[in-house]
């Protein structure tokens, strides 16, 4: 069975400092993996996904993400973080590109002005 | 751009009773799906939805939740007779699976309370 975990529930940054949230998965076969942001009292919405091809992935909002195989992780990263950016960050891998989604628990930003 | 619609935002019903979840997808969408969000816990799958018919379900879906597209346009999610451990946030999404480099696009959810 796919599983995610995200092993930080609340990370805490300065504005411009930069930021990597930790994402671990299990999956039998290759992944499709994403990361979705979700603001307060928001929808989810998609960042980023890798389903194939080049490891590292670039998204919206300045956010890029890294595959790593031997790992089995999908790290998520921003050079510099804005306090736009606070909100909660979820991972979550697909099977059979992405049509059920299994997402980790969540790591909820905060920015320090 | 193109979003998924949810109604209502929320919805508050007393133990037992029905209640119906409204969404509308991307109109040029082919698969749909409901996922909920218990208040402090994960986001989990309940079900996909492509020509008519569900093409996956979890163990969560079970005989008290249905789910239609009564016309073009429109899913929903039922639940029959609603138990106070259903009140959560559910979410409605939509993909095109045709694209082959799919993704799931998540409507704002409807927070259902349970009393």
């Known amino acids: 069975a796919q599983s995610v975990t995200q092993p930080d529930i609340h990370i805490t940054v300065s504005e411009g400092a930069s930021l990597e949230l930790r994402c671990n998965y299990s999956?039998?076969?290759?992944?499709?993996l994403f990361w979705y942001v979700q603001s307060p009292g928001q929808g989810l919405q998609l960042l980023l996904k890798?389903?194939?091809?080049?490891?590292l992935v670039q998204g919206i909002k300045g956010f890029e993400a890294e595959f790593k195989r031997s790992q089995s992780s999908f790290n998520l990263r921003k050079p510099s973080v804005h306090w736009s950016d606070a909100a909660e960050y979820f991972c979550?891998?697909?099977?059979?590109?992405?049509?059920?989604?299994?997402f980790g628990g969540g790591t909820r930003l905060m920015v320090k002005p | 751009e193109p979003e998924v619609t949810q109604t209502p935002s929320h919805q508050v019903t007393q133990m037992g009773q029905e209640v119906i979840l409204r969404c509308v997808p991307i109109?040029?969408?082919?698969?749909f799906y409901w996922y909920r969000q218990i208040l402090g816990q994960k986001v989990e799958f309940l079900v996909s939805?492509?020509?008519?018919?569900?093409?996956?379900k979890s163990e969560i879906f079970d005989d008290q939740f249905s789910v239609e597209r009564p016309d073009g346009s429109n899913f929903t999610l039922k639940i029959r007779s609603t138990k106070l451990e259903d009140s959560a946030m559910y979410f409605c999404?939509?993909?095109?699976?045709?694209?082959?480099?799919?993704?799931?696009?998540f409507g704002q959810g409807t927070r259902l309370t349970v009393v």
């Open positions: 999404a939509s993909s095109d699976y045709r694209a082959g480099d799919t993704e799931a696009f």
């Open positions: 999956y039998g076969a290759t992944p499709y």
């Open positions: 890798y389903f194939s091809g080049d490891t």
């Open positions: 979550a891998v697909g099977n059979n590109a992405g049509n059920m989604l299994t």
């Open positions: 109109s040029n969408h082919l698969y």
């Open positions: 939805f492509y020509n008519n018919e569900i093409s996956e």
